[in-house]
C-alpha cells in the first residue's frame, strides 16, 4: 500500500493537488491511502519550503506546484 501525502496549508493549489492525486491512485487501481499535512512544522521536517508538495512513502516527489495527471500518474507508478 502507497502513503500519499499532501503537504500545505489548505490552499486552493493543495486541494487540486489532493484531489488529482487520489483521482490518478484511483485510475491506476493502487492500494492507497491518502494523507493531508498542515502543520507547518511537520512540513518543514520533511525539507519542503514551498507547497503545494507531495510525498508518497515519506519521499518528497514535487514541491511547488500541481504536477500534470500524466506527471501524477508516472510518479506514483514508479514510486516505491
Known amino acids: 500500500m502507497k502513503k500519499i501525502q499532501i503537504l500545505g496549508m489548505g490552499c486552493a ?3 487540486s493537488l489532493y484531489a488529482a492525486a487520489e483521482a490518478a491512485a484511483k485510475e491506476l487501481g493502487l492500494e492507497y491511502e491518502m494523507e493531508k499535512i498542515s ?3 511537520k512540513i518543514t521536517e520533511m525539507g519542503v519550503m514551498m507547497t ?3 510525498a508518497v512513502n515519506g519521499e518528497v516527489k ?3 506546484r500541481v504536477p500534470s495527471a500524466e ?3 508516472k ?3 514508479e514510486a516505491k
Open 52 to 54: 503545494p508538495a507531495i
Open 71 to 73: 506527471s501524477l500518474k
Open 13 to 15: 493549489k493543495c486541494n
Open 39 to 41: 502543520d507547518i512544522e
Open 62 to 64: 514535487f514541491a511547488g
Open 75 to 77: 510518479m506514483l507508478s
